[in-house]
């Protein structure tokens, strides 16, 4: 029998009975939860279910008008997203001032590579509004004088195109999380290193004070830890002898926009799922259709011997043959 996996998300204030409140109605309809997790952050209560409602006793409109009441009667909002539920999906892509990987996400939605709309960019400075334009995308500007978000604004613009995912395309900001909790394991970023090494702000200076030989990006889901959330697919590259930040962003900038593309894709395709913090193929998927790290260029490159043990073996084979 199959399953059919609905997501439902609880943020507000953390009350006594809560949970119980909502998991005894879930039981009640003949739904059954399949996964639970629960935080709270600055005061911020999230709890986010996996449930299945393949046998459910009620209609969707019927469970989400149930969940809405509780929600009211408890002063909470609760979301609700069965699969598949839109032929069509919503990204908002949120960007600051570097144009490249919104060039890549726009090039290719223009293509029809993407399976999904790019129906708003949000930025928190107006630089790239010419570039949405051109493709015709509608631009919000919710930054202040100094580029700091409105993030009411923000939250309002994400309603309203309802969209199923966002994508920070280098924007330079780092989310509440009011925002985080509302749209947890649908908000990716492309951050300028191979995490967990030098997270946060100047990543690529970082990398070149460290001196590193090899440096790369990783584009990953957003938790409200600073890139520490899931890793979804890294690219590396070499770093040349006395390479300045400025060179390490030549030639990290083009990855960016591959590996954001990928994962992007990857999410899209529902080809990962999060589970204990990590990224996984789901069953059946082929590892080969996607390139999560190397390229297969990059891994033939890669040495395979010695490999522990497999010199011994030789020797034990040799010594046995001059025995004969």
């Known amino acids: 029998m199959t399953t059919e996996l609905t997501e439902i998300t609880v943020i507000g ?60 009667d408890l002063g909470v909002e609760v979301q609700v997203r069965f699969p598949n539920e839109r032929e069509t ?10 144009s490249h990987c919104l060039e890549a996400l726009l090039s290719a939605w223009a293509n029809d590579e993407l399976g999904a709309e790019i129906s708003v960019v949000i930025g928190n400075h107006d630089d790239l509004e010419p570039l949405a334009a051109s493709h015709g995308v509608p631009f919000h500007d919710v930054g202040g004088e100094g580029g700091q978000p409105d993030e009411e604004e923000l939250l309002e613009h994400l309603a309203a195109y309802d969209v199923d995912l966002i994508v920070l395309a280098r924007y330079m900001r780092i989310l509440s999380p009011k925002v985080v909790f509302r749209y947890e394991d649908r908000i990716i970023n492309i951050h300028p290193s191979l995490l967990p090494s030098f997270p946060g702000a100047r990543a690529y200076e970082q990398a070149r004070q460290e001196g590193v030989r090899i440096a790369g990006v990783t584009a990953h889901y957003v938790t409200t830890d600073l890139d520490q959330g899931p890793i979804i697919t890294q690219r590396a590259f070499d770093v040349p002898d006395g390479a300045g930040v400025e060179d390490l962003e030549r030639r990290g ?33 082929p590892p080969e259709e996607y390139q999560l790290g190397l390229s297969p260029a990059a891994r033939r490159a890669n040495p395979d011997r010695p490999v522990d043990g497999i010199g011994e073996a030789v020797r034990v084979d040799e010594a046995e043959e001059s025995t004969d």
């Open 13 to 72: 204030d953390d009350d006594t009975g809560l949970i119980a409140r909502v998991t005894t109605l879930l039981f009640e309809q003949g739904i059954n939860i399949e996964d639970l997790d629960q935080a709270v952050r600055e005061g911020l209560f999230r709890m986010s279910m996996t449930v299945d409602t393949s046998e459910m006793e009620c209609s969707r409109d019927h469970l989400r008008a149930e969940l809405a009441e509780l929600g009211e």
């Open 89 to 98: 999906r919503r990204i908002a892509v949120l960007v600051t001032k570097e």
């Open 253 to 285: 900038q083009p990855l960016e926009a591959e590996a954001l593309l990928e994962a992007v894709r990857l999410h899209l395709d529902r080809a990962v799922h999060v589970h204990r913090g990590r990224t996984h193929l789901r069953d059946g998927v």
